[in-house]
């Protein structure tokens, strides 16, 4: 019973981390059409700079403030997105899509070595963030606190992120620029400004994802390159573009995980490429998808 | 967004390459004689990337299909060399390359009967992550494959030891090896040029253009994409049995998805819409890396800054861009 | 004369939008048929079920006496169904020669093979400067199909079908996009080819004057259903031909 429910909260755990990388990875491929392989590093570098961060300034500031670096991670990392879409990736929208895996490799590879660059070829740790929780007591058995906080905040980004896209004008723009690209520009929609916007939002939630999991299993060079085709497997059974498709994916990644962890470990991973597969060849949209975001 | 395929814009006159091969042919014959035993084995190399940079663009440029994934079939071959080696005690480096080459059909034919049913991006995160099930199956059943230790490729014999093999290992690599590795680069650029230019290449390059007429001119579009699929991961798997033995191990890394990305990588940089550009582009981009490898340790963003602006500026590659500069210089278009 | 195609029962919906609505169509042997009607009558969906682009919800395909109902595209091809398509379809890149050399590979059945030179094959190149003489394009061989002029494009369009050699050949607005002169020389080309060689032929067309100097008969199609079918003669004294047609005009 015990380890039942420290294996459920683990899916949860790796539930909403997933969700927020592969859900960005969707939401900019649902607005834009672009598919970014370098999605994956820029969850690596919100990993980076928290724990930078938070394992800098550990000593002198009390744990529950060294929480609000999760954010100020999230918005730098947001911010070099908003930096890389109108240079390097708005060049590209007229040209055939697969210079973007072209590009967005190169700069996989660029960011593989500035992050290197500045923060240093060893792993980081923010485990006393993580350790300054301590465990707390569910359902009779002890399960570290920082994990909960995990699970709580992919299930607020899940919220704000819908109430974002289906709740506000610029959701409403969003989804119509998505649905039909001309149709926006002709009704006046900054076009240009929300693709930015997406993609920022898409950096953002990514750096989130590492920003937050960092205290539990630390930040190392080449991470980025792994939550890469882990968040492809999600979207590829939820389906590009969907958010709905993103956590129900995330979640079915996550306990198909967690089961082969415990009964099959040596092919954990590669059951999951080939659920993706299995998917593809029976479902091509995914399992969620709709025509729109 | 644009949806013209990738290949569909003007096309690249070739840069006559008659007049190159002769003299290149004599450069990479006497090579060893002219050059360290190191550059030479670099070369060697660069001469096996370029058979799976060749092998990617059978896919890429003449049938329109971007693969993420051929490093699955270049680690598979290198496996396969492995394998042949440990379970069969085997050193022939014939039914190395035999067993590479069967690998690569074996594993092109499943994957392809999943990817062809895609095209465009699709089809490349396809081949991504397909390619994932082997590196990750490589990673972890460590008994059998060695892990992140690798499978060691021992030092095969050549020929059946008609080519006899020197003890010193560097001599081997660098005179016997390398000629013995000129020779199946020559045998299978040969074979993939005589395929391109075939009816069945045509084929292939209507189905590139325009998938829907050549459906309607009688082609039967998914056979003939799922035949090159397995050629080209065919050809990918001989490069990587070819390379095992320079690097004396199998590793995960062969088989790890960042790799695919430098074989597409090396054809882009030649130039994708000739036949030769991905040939010069894998020699090219292996000196490429040796240098940086060898000059920093931010190697990587060397690397990607020349992709970016490969992309940005000069698409076409360093054959496309010779051959744009060479139409400039004769006054066409 | 025996029937070539029996098309019977068919119906196409794309949603609620019914594009064929219970068509029965038949076209006899070495006859030219002209299927007209309004944009949106469900031509082009009728001529993209005959050739196999779709599949019909309902009906059957009956074609020189075999049911092609579930056959694929290829497998209409060997059978001896062609076309050629509205938008022009072709390979851009590959000069002239090239795109119809491919089309006599194919029939040919040559295109598997992958060690053999195509531009050793002069057989083959031969019997694709036939079919281009036929169409007047010789002295176009070796430009790229992309750089021909309209009219040319849409005949080049045609010769890839005919190239194939097919009993049966659809032709979607062969003439579209071309002025009224230049109409007639690619009608000319296209009836004599198709009359010398003993094939049956589809067009799909808007223009009356072409219908009536051209084909055998003519069906007249309106909001996926046939209003009318029958010899020109007959067509032109049809009442409810003459208000769409008077509509249409008017449009």
Known sequence: MATLVVQALNTAVYTAVLFLIAGGLSLVYGVMRVVNLAHGNLYMLGAFVMAWAAGGAAASVAPPLLLLLLPVAGVIVGLVGAAIEPTLLRPLYNRAEEYQLLLTFGLLLILEDLTK????????????????????????????????????????SAVLLWAFVYRTKFGV????????????????INVRGLYVLAFSIGCLMAG????????????VLGMGVDALVLSFVVVVIGGLGSLEGALAGAFIVAVVRTLAITFFPELELAVLYLMAAAVLVTRPAGLFSRSSS | MNDTAVTAARP???????????????????????????????????????????ALNLLLGYTGLLSFGHAAFFGAGAYAAGFVAKYLHVESMELFLAAGALSGIVIAALFGIVCVRYTRIFFSILALALSQVLWSLAFKLFWVTGGTDGLRVPTPTLLGGVIGTPADKVTFLSHQYYYYTLGVFAICVGLMWLIVQSPFGQALQAIRDNEVRAEFVGIRVRRYRWIAFVLSGMFAAVAGTLWAPLNGLATPEALYWPFSGEIVFMAVLGGFRTFSGPIIGAVVFNYLKAYAVGRTEYWQLLLGVVLVILVMAMPEGIMGTLARIGRRVRGEA | MAQLLAAQGLRKSF????????????????????????????????????????????????????????????????????????LVNLFDLMTVLANVRLAVFTRENKTHQALRLADRDREAEDEARRVLADFGLADKWNVPAGGLAQGERKL?????????????????????????????????????????????????EHDMDIVFKYSDSIVMMHEGRVLAAGAPGEIVRDERVATILGRTAAR
């Open chain 3, 156 to 204: 080049l369009d045609v010769a890839l079908a005919y190239a194939l050699r097919p009993r049966l050949i659809l032709l979607d607005e062969p003439t579209s996009g071309v002025g009224t002169r230049e109409k007639s020389q690619i009608m000319d080309r296209i009836e004599s080819v198709v009359r010398s060689r003993g094939l049956s032929a589809v067009i799909v």
């Open chain 1, 117 to 156: 660059f500045v923060f240093g070829p060893t792993p980081l740790s923010a485990s006393t963030l993580w350790s300054a929780f301590g465990p707390i007591s569910v359902l009779g058995s002890d399960y570290p606190a920082y994990n909960l906080l995990v699970i709580f905040v992919g299930l607020v």
């Open chain 2, 12 to 54: 690249a006159k070739p840069v006559p390459a008659g007049g190159y091969l002769a003299p290149l042919a004599v450069l990479l014959l006497i090579f060893p004689y002219i050059a360290p035993a190191y550059q030479t084995i670099i070369l060697s190399y660069g001469l096996a990337f370029a058979i799976a940079a060749a």
């Open chain 1, 173 to 188: 723009m969003l989804r119509a620029t998505s649905q039909n690209r001309k149709m926006a520009v002709s009704l006046g």
């Open chain 3, 15 to 86: 949603g609620d939008n019914r594009a064929v609505d219970g068509v029965d169509f038949f076209v006899e042997q070495e006859r030219l048929v002209a299927i007209v009607g309004s944009n949106g009558a469900g031509k082009t969906t009728l001529v993209n079920l005959i050739t196999g682009l779709l599949t019909p919800d309902e009906g059957t395909i009956v074609f020189a006496g075999r049911d092609v109902t579930a056959l694929p595209v290829f497998g209409r091809i060997k059978a001896g169904i062609a076309r050629s398509f509205q």
């Open chain 1, 208 to 219: 989130i994802a590492g920003a937050v999991i960092v205290p539990v299993q630390g930040a």
